[in-house]
């Protein structure tokens, strides 16, 4: 559901659950679906058109693993993935900003260069990236609108719209697009 519509609905009343549909396969939840559940805090209503079959879920502590996760705005993006990472596998719970209510918003007026600065990181020269730095790269937009991580041995670890988040090769691509590079200081 777009923003809008779902800030539509909130001014018609309290939201007190999540009703969609599956088109094919079962009703059971998928990861996304656990995930925006989680976030949203309210139970979950799915239908299976293909099987004629309803599910229910609610909010329960689920916690999806780092990799191959689904993109979801402001819970499972580029910038969650790297906060989840800190508090995961380094014990650092990174300050928590408030998110521009959409990603078109966001994409106006990107502020990670901001975030990450208030969260304890500090900017180190792009010929000195070591083991968990953040990089700071330009879209297709140029605005510095996507963060990854640096995992060592040439590779990062990120979260791209519409995609799983993943490993891959720190190529000349994701090289050219990083601009500056970001370690935890504090």
């Known amino acids: 559901m777009c923003p809008d519509s779902w800030a539509e609905c909130e001014d018609q009343g309290e939201l ?25 805090g309210l139970p979950f209503y799915i239908y299976s058109v293909e099987q004629k079959d309803w599910y229910n879920f609610k909010p329960s502590g689920y916690k999806s693993g780092l990799f191959g ?25 990174l300050k928590s900003w408030p998110r521009p209510k959409n990603l078109k918003t966001f994409a106006n007026n990107p502020y990670f260069e901001k975030v990450l600065t208030g969260s304890g990181f500090k900017e180190v020269s792009k010929n000195d990236i070591q083991e968990n730095d953040v990089l700071l790269m330009e879209g297709a937009e140029e605005k510095l609108n996507h963060v990854a991580l640096y995992i060592g041995n040439q590779t990062i670890f990120h979260h791209n719209i519409k995609q799983l988040s993943c490993r891959e090769i720190y190529d000349l691509k994701y090289i050219q697009a990083t601009k500056k590079v970001f370690r935890y200081a504090a």
């Open 16 to 40: 007190i659950g999540i009703v969609h549909s599956h088109t094919y396969g079962s009703a059971l939840p998928s990861d996304a679906d656990k995930a925006s559940c989680e976030h949203l």
């Open 69 to 93: 996760r689904t993109w979801i705005w402001g819970k499972h993006d580029c910038w969650s993935l790297i906060t989840d990472y800190f508090l995961e596998k380094k014990q650092i719970e």
